[in-house]
């Protein structure tokens, strides 16, 4: 009986895990640049014991985190400094971080950074700084400014994205064994990209896997409910 308990927790763990990983989808429904998440489980049997009518029962247990990378939304905002990826890359960031997020801005210095504060890679391979001007990001990523080019913005991709790590809302880095590679996407200016999150589609799993939690808490009750009595009716013989 205790292992029924042990299948039913094992279930509603697994099930909160996704509550939490849907609420933060949710919460970010409205971040430019954000990659919904959902949590990936593996299966294993529980040793089978001989001479037991009972079949072999499933355990499961929370496996990875996976990324949907798949595009947003493209949102017009007529910023000229807002940027979006056709297609597949990212953008480079200082610490060999990577987003998606494009809506850029320059700092005191003239450096083109993120929304953390975190300069912009060039082409080169070195922080964007501008000079003071009108500045025109082109298709290709080309960066003028006052009709002079000043850089280029650095757009990478990689083989296997499924492995990048978060690093904060729409912020990734790569493990050391994941390289990046020169894109050759173009990018849309004055636009930025939305999260791909669909929020009805996210409230909709919230219900049902908040169903399945329940169902699994009763399952446990339910368990030790039965173990108790058990125990109880053992005693009084």
């Given at each position: 009986?205790?292992?029924?308990?042990?299948?039913a927790?094992?279930?509603?763990?697994?099930?909160?895990?996704?509550l939490?990983?849907?609420a933060r989808?949710?919460?970010?429904?409205?971040?430019?640049?954000?990659k919904?998440?959902?949590t990936?489980?593996?299966?294993y049997?529980?040793p089978?014991?001989?001479?037991?009518?009972?079949p072999?029962?499933?355990m499961?247990?929370k496996?990875?985190?996976l990324?949907?990378?798949?595009?947003?939304d493209f949102?017009?905002?007529g910023?000229?400094?807002?940027?979006a990826i056709?297609?597949?890359?990212f953008f480079?960031?200082?610490?060999?971080?990577?987003?998606?997020?494009?809506?850029?801005?320059?700092?005191?210095?003239g450096?083109?950074i993120?929304?953390?504060?975190?300069?912009?890679?060039?082409?080169?391979?070195t922080?964007?700084?501008?000079?003071?001007?009108?500045?025109?990001i082109g298709s290709g990523g080309?960066i003028v400014?006052?009709g002079?080019?000043?850089?280029?913005?650095?757009i990478?991709?990689f083989?296997q994205?499924y492995?990048l790590?978060?690093?904060?809302?729409a912020?990734y880095?790569?493990?050391?064994?994941l390289k990046?590679?020169e894109?050759?996407s173009?990018?849309?200016?004055g636009?930025?990209?939305?999260?791909?999150?669909?929020?009805?589609?996210?409230?909709?799993g919230?219900?049902?896997?908040?169903r399945?939690?329940?169902t699994?808490?009763?399952?446990?009750?339910a368990?030790d409910?039965a173990?108790?009595?058990a125990l109880?009716?053992?005693?009084?013989?």
């Amino acid at each position: 009986m205790y292992k029924g308990i042990y299948i039913a927790a094992s279930g509603a763990i697994l099930k909160d895990a996704e509550l939490s990983l849907t609420a933060r989808n949710i919460a970010n429904a409205s971040t430019p640049g954000y990659k919904k998440e959902r949590t990936s489980f593996s299966s294993y049997l529980l040793p089978f014991a001989e001479n037991i009518s009972n079949p072999e029962r499933v355990m499961v247990e929370k496996g990875k985190t996976l990324t949907d990378f798949s595009a947003g939304d493209f949102i017009k905002t007529g910023n000229p400094l807002d940027v979006a990826i056709e297609g597949d890359g990212f953008f480079v960031l200082e610490g060999e971080k990577y987003t998606r997020r494009g809506d850029f801005r320059l700092d005191e210095d003239g450096y083109l950074i993120n929304i953390d504060g975190l300069k912009v890679m060039g082409a080169d391979k070195t922080p964007l700084q501008l000079p003071q001007g009108r500045v025109e990001i082109g298709s290709g990523g080309n960066i003028v400014v006052d009709g002079k080019t000043a850089g280029r913005l650095r757009i990478v991709d990689f083989p296997q994205p499924y492995k990048l790590i978060l690093a904060g809302e729409a912020t990734y880095l790569a493990p050391a064994e994941l390289k990046p590679v020169e894109s050759s996407s173009r990018v849309s200016p004055g636009v930025i990209e939305g999260s791909n999150v669909n929020i009805i589609k996210e409230m909709v799993g919230m219900i049902k896997t908040t169903r399945e939690f329940e169902t699994y808490q009763k399952m446990i009750q339910a368990f030790d409910s039965a173990t108790s009595k058990a125990l109880n009716e053992i005693g009084r013989i």
